[in-house]
C-alpha cells in the first residue's frame, strides 16, 4: 500500500528564508505527486503536480520541488518566503490508474516578520 | 464558475443519529471523491465516484457510511449510528473525467463534531 512521509510537523521561518520540506513516498512503482496547500481559512488548493519528464516542477507563487527517484522524495522548496506562504502544505501520490489521492499529515509553515 | 461547495459547513450531532453531508462538483465534472482529514492528519480517501457510479468504495470505513450520486452532479454521503470517532472534516473533490493526471479540486468540506 501506498504510504507518505512529511517528516516536518512545524516549520517556524523568518521572512525571506529559504523553505524546504521534506516528502517521502513508499509506493515502488510508478507514481504521480502532488503538493497542496491549505492557507488559513481556506480550502485545500493545488501548488503543483509531476507525473513524467523534467523532475524540477515549478508550481505557482514561486514554490518549486524536485522528484529524486532513487530517494522516493518529493521536497517542496521556495528560496525566499513570505508571511503570506504561512499555510498547510500536504504532499500527495497516486499511482497511475488509479485516482485516489494518498496524503501525508500535513506541514504547517508559520512565517514571522 | 463556482468552485466544488459543500454543505452544510458544520454539523454537530448526537452519537447514534444519523447524517447527510452533500457536495455540488464543478459543473460538468464527471469524478467525484470523498475524503476525511482528522485533526492532525492528513485527508484519508473514502469513495470515488464516476458518474453516478462507486468506482472504487475501498476506504469507506465500514458499513455505517454510505454515499449516493444519483444523477452524476450532487453526491451525499450518509452516516448512519454516528460515533464520536466519525468526528472529522469531510472533504469533497471533483475532477473533469477521473483521469490520473487531472487536477482534484476540493471543496471548504464540513466539519462534523458527534457529541
Known amino acids: 500500500a501506498q504510504s507518505v512521509s512529511q517528516h516536518n510537523h512545524h516549520v517556524i521561518l523568518s521572512e525571506a528564508a529559504s523553505l524546504e520540506l521534506g516528502c517521502n513516498y513508499s509506493?515502488?512503482?510508478?507514481?504521480?505527486l502532488f503538493w497542496y496547500v491549505q492557507y488559513p481559512g481556506q480550502h485545500l488548493q493545488l501548488l503543483l503536480k509531476y507525473f513524467s519528464g523534467d523532475p524540477l516542477v515549478k508550481g505557482i507563487k514561486g514554490f518549486e520541488a524536485e522528484f529524486i527517484k532513487s530517494k522516493f522524495s518529493f521536497n517542496l522548496r521556495k528560496p525566499s518566503v513570505q508571511w503570506s506562504d504561512t499555510a498547510e502544505y500536504f504532499c500527495a501520490t497516486q499511482t497511475s490508474g488509479n485516482t485516489p489521492l494518498v496524503f501525508g499529515k500535513g506541514t504547517r509553515l508559520s512565517v514571522i516578520a | 464558475g463556482a468552485g466544488v461547495s459543500q454543505t452544510p459547513s458544520n454539523k454537530v450531532t448526537e452519537k447514534g443519529k444519523y447524517v447527510e453531508l452533500r457536495c455540488d462538483p464543478i459543473s460538468g465534472h464527471t469524478a467525484l471523491y470523498w475524503y476525511r482529514q482528522s485533526l492532525g492528519q492528513g485527508p484519508e480517501f473514502l469513495i470515488y465516484f464516476q458518474g453516478t457510479g462507486a468506482a472504487d468504495d475501498s476506504g469507506l470505513p465500514n458499513d455505517r457510511f454510505f454515499a449516493v450520486r444519483p444523477e452524476g452532479s450532487v453526491s451525499t454521503l450518509k452516516i448512519q449510528r454516528t460515533e464520536r470517532g466519525d468526528s472529522a472534516v469531510y472533504l469533497c473533490?471533483?475532477?473533469?473525467?477521473?483521469?490520473?493526471?487531472?487536477?482534484?479540486?476540493f471543496g471548504p468540506g464540513t466539519r462534523l463534531l458527534v457529541l
Open positions: 509506493y515502488g512503482g510508478t507514481v504521480n
Open positions: 473533490a471533483s475532477s473533469a473525467s477521473g483521469g490520473a493526471m487531472e487536477t482534484q479540486y
